[in-house]
T-cell receptor, first 113, second 114 residues
Framework: EPEVTQTPSHQVTQMGQEVILRCVPI?????FYWYRQILGQKVEFLVS????????KSEIFDDQFSVERPDGSNFTLKIRSTKLEDSAMYFC???????????FGQGTRLTVV | AQSVTQPDIHITVSEGASLELRCNYS??????LFWYVQSPGQGLQLLLK??????LVQGIKGFEAEFKRSQSSFNLRKPSVHWSDAAEYFC????????????FGAGTILRVKS
C-alpha cells in the first residue's frame, strides 16, 4: 500500500541552526501539507502546497519556514534559524485532490537544544 | 474560528466492550469530518471520513461514526474493542472549500484492559 515517508524520524539540532525535514508523498498525489504537534498540544496545520506554490498557510508559518518540491518525489520543510519553541513532531501529508482525504507520514520529531 | 472538542482525554475500556469517543465541532457550516488514529511511534492513520450523504459512515478496523448536524457532533464508535485498538484518536474538521486545511481536536487516549 502506498504511504507517505518522512526522514529522519528524529532530528536534534542546535538553536539557530537551519534544519530541513524531508518527505516523499504518495506518488500520484498532487497536494502536499505540513502539520506540527508540539508535545502535549494539538496537531496544527502549517502549510499546503500545490502546483509548485503555497496555496494556504497558517499564522505559524512565518518567514522562518519555507517549503519546496525540489524534484518529482520529495517535499521539504526548511526552518532557517531554529528556536527552542520549534521543537515538535512534524507531519507531512499528501492528497490526490483538494477535497480528498490526506494521508499522513509517521512524523519527524525535531528537538531544538 | 473553527474548533474541535474531544472532551475525554483518556478512556479505558475492557476488551470486548463497546466504545464511543466523543467529538464536537464549532464551524460556520458543515465541514468535512475525519477520525484519525495514532499508535505509538506511528503516523496518523485515517479511520473514516464524512463528506456528504449517509450520516453513518463506516471505516476501517470495524469503526463507525455518526454525523449529527443538530448537535455538531461526529462520535466514533466500535461495538467490541480489541487490545490492538489501544492508541490515540483524533477528530478533525476541514472546510468544504479547502478540505485539507484540517483543525484537529486534542485527542483521546484509549486504553484497553484485558
Amino acid at each position: 500500500e502506498p504511504e507517505v515517508t518522512q526522514t529522519p524520524s528524529h532530528q536534534v539540532t542546535q538553536m539557530g541552526q537551519e534544519v530541513i525535514l524531508r518527505c516523499v508523498p504518495i506518488s500520484n498525489h498532487l497536494y502536499f501539507y505540513w502539520y506540527r504537534q508540539i508535545l502535549g498540544q494539538k496537531v496544527e496545520f502549517l502549510v499546503s502546497f500545490y502546483n509548485n506554490e503555497i496555496s494556504e498557510k497558517s499564522e505559524i508559518f512565518d518567514d522562518q519556514f519555507s517549503v519546496e518540491r525540489p524534484d518529482g518525489s520529495n517535499f521539504t520543510l526548511k526552518i532557517r534559524s531554529t528556536k527552542l519553541e520549534d521543537s515538535a513532531m512534524y507531519f507531512c501529508a499528501s492528497s490526490l485532490g483538494e477535497n480528498t482525504e490526506a494521508f499522513f507520514g509517521q512524523g519527524t520529531r525535531l528537538t531544538v537544544v | 474560528a473553527q474548533s474541535v472538542t474531544q472532551p475525554d482525554i483518556h478512556i479505558t475500556v475492557s476488551e470486548g466492550a463497546s466504545l464511543e469517543l466523543r467529538c464536537n465541532y464549532s464551524y460556520g457550516a458543515t465541514p468535512y469530518l475525519f477520525w484519525y488514529v495514532q499508535s505509538p511511534g506511528q503516523g496518523l492513520q485515517l479511520l473514516l471520513k464524512y463528506f456528504s450523504g449517509d450520516t453513518l459512515v463506516q471505516g476501517i478496523k470495524g469503526f463507525e461514526a455518526e454525523f449529527k448536524r443538530s448537535q455538531s457532533s461526529f462520535n466514533l464508535r466500535k461495538p467490541s474493542v480489541h487490545w490492538s485498538d489501544a492508541a490515540e484518536y483524533f477528530c478533525a474538521v476541514g472546510p468544504r472549500e479547502y478540505g485539507n486545511k484540517l483543525v484537529f481536536g486534542a485527542g483521546t487516549i484509549l486504553r484497553v484492559k484485558s
